[in-house]
């Protein structure tokens, strides 16, 4: 089962550190292929709290092998920071590999992301502000500065220059900013050079060597469905496909070589930003909920917006991502609620709707439709088996699994690496 896909089912925070964590030392290549450091996982080893943004998860395993794929959108300073904070605290970065053809956020896309989300007022999207949808945009573009660009001074200087003679006119004129300087930018970028240099590959060809030699390799999304740049609740998504067929765009390996499909879905909702969210709670379940979950953003700190789970959601993230597996976290924090309301469709003025709505206006009229299950009063975190579980715990699960589309494999009872029930192995 050598090529596996995990992806996050709703909107973002689910777990995905932990999940592919958990896989660890079973797994020898972590590839991230899509965002950039606007993902933010928290993953906890041994009391040790580590939050990563840019780096894949598996950075915290020994031997694994760290890839970030083409389709990543690299900031140079955030990458060696993080390089740098991890090594002070004995973690080896050493074998990270880099693709030649992924993008940089050049600091002028920081400063463009800021500038759009100010500019914007009461329309802004609620982004992390790291350049994220800029970066993007300047690939599609064809104006980008990728990796490997800047071995080549030249080149390097050429792009940025082009790239700012559009830029700095929308600067000045349209938002009111001082232009940027085109040597500046290059300066900045060819800092960091000499450090990148030994990391840099063909990581695809190294991907598919890696599969052909029988090696197990982890694809891990950044973000997740609903903010899929297609698949998601767009315009208020993010700039990428976190979806599973990205991990094929952003890391040059085939469909056909997908074995599994993992998707990680929490016991209830979260979103951070912007746009729609039909089981959003504003009253106390939903503080309750962020309070017990410690539900603020990694990335920018901002308090998760909290709701129910949506069966609607998971269904859809189970057929738009082929999952083969559901990764259900953070249990756990339903522990001691009477009865837990879970969505099963949604009511758009007057119209029962068991799949996604066909437009963002229907989405934004959906009104959740709930059944309600009984909650239990135990705390469960330290359940290894399925059988440690409280009877209407198990229930929780099971009716979550026959609503979402695919077999639940782990439950997570704890943000701890062990914190886990493990139900069918992941890999086998
Ligand atoms: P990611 O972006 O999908 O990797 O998720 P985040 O790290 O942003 O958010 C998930 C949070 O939940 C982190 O603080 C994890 O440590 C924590 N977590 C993960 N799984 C569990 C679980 O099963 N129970 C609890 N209580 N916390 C969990
Ligand atoms: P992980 O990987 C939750 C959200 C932002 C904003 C929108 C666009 O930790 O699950 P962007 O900066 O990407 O242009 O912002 O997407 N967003 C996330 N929300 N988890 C994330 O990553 C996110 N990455 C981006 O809050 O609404
Ligand atoms: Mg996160």
């Not at 996982?41 to 943004?53: N, S």
């Not at 297609?230 to 990205?246: E, I, K, L, M, Q």
Request: include cysteine; hydrophobic fraction near 40%.
């Amino acid at each position: 089962m050598p090529a596996i896909v995990l992806v996050g089912a709703q909107w973002g925070d689910e777990g995905k550190g932990k999940a592919t964590d958990l896989l660890g030392d079973r797994v020898d290549y972590v590839v991230k292929f899509n965002g950039g450091n606007n993902a933010g996982h928290t993953v906890v080893v041994g009391g040790e709290r580590y939050a990563l943004h840019l780096l894949p998860s598996g950075i915290l395993t020994p031997g694994c092998i760290p890839v970030i794929a083409n389709g990543v959108v690299v900031d140079l300073s955030v990458l060696f920071s993080e390089i740098e904070a991890l090594q002070g605290r004995g973690v080896d970065c050493s074998r990270l590999l880099v693709s030649a053809n992924a993008h940089v956020i050049p600091s002028y896309n920081r400063t463009f992301d800021k500038v759009v989300e100010r500019f914007l007022g009461s329309r802004r999207l609620g982004t992390t502000g790291r350049g994220i949808g800029p970066t993007y945009a300047d690939k599609m573009n064809r104006v980008g500065v990728r990796i490997q660009d800047l071995f080549d001074e030249h080149i390097l200087e050429q792009k940025v220059a082009s790239a700012l003679d559009q830029k700095n006119h929308l600067l000045v004129k349209v938002y009111n900013r001082r232009a940027i300087g085109a040597a500046e930018v290059v300066e900045d970028l060819l800092s960091y050079v000499d450090r990148l240099r030994p990391m840099v590959r063909d990581t695809g060809l190294e991907l598919n060597r890696a599969l052909d030699d029988d090696r197990v390799v982890l694809f891990e999304a950044g973000q997740a469905t609903m903010l899929d740049v297609d698949h998601g609740t767009y315009p208020f998504v993010t700039s990428s496909n976190a979806t599973s067929g990205g991990a094929c765009t952003g890391s040059g390996i085939p469909p056909n070589r997908i074995d599994r499909v993992i998707a990680v879905v929490k016991a209830y909702t979260t979103r951070v930003g912007e746009g729609p969210f039909p089981t959003e709670l504003h009253d106390a379940d939903g503080e309750r909920l962020r309070d017990v979950g410690g539900e603020y953003g990694v990335t920018t700190g901002r308090p998760r917006r909290c709701g129910w789970y949506d069966a609607v959601i998971a269904r859809y993230a189970a057929r738009v991502n082929g999952v083969t597996d559901f990764v259900l976290t953070k249990l756990d924090v339903l522990s001691g609620m009477e009865r837990i309301p879970v969505c099963v469709g949604y009511d758009v003025d007057g119209v029962r709707h068991d799949e996604m709505p066909l437009t963002q206006t229907d989405f934004h009229h959906a009104r959740p439709v709930y059944t309600y299950l009984d909650g239990w009063a135990e705390d469960i975190s330290s359940a290894r088996r399925f059988s440690d579980l409280p009877p209407n715990a198990r229930a929780y699960v099971t009716a979550l699994e026959q609503l979402s589309g695919a077999r639940i494999s782990v439950v997570g009872v704890g943000a701890e690496r062990d914190a886990s029930v493990v139900r069918h192995d992941l890999l086998g």
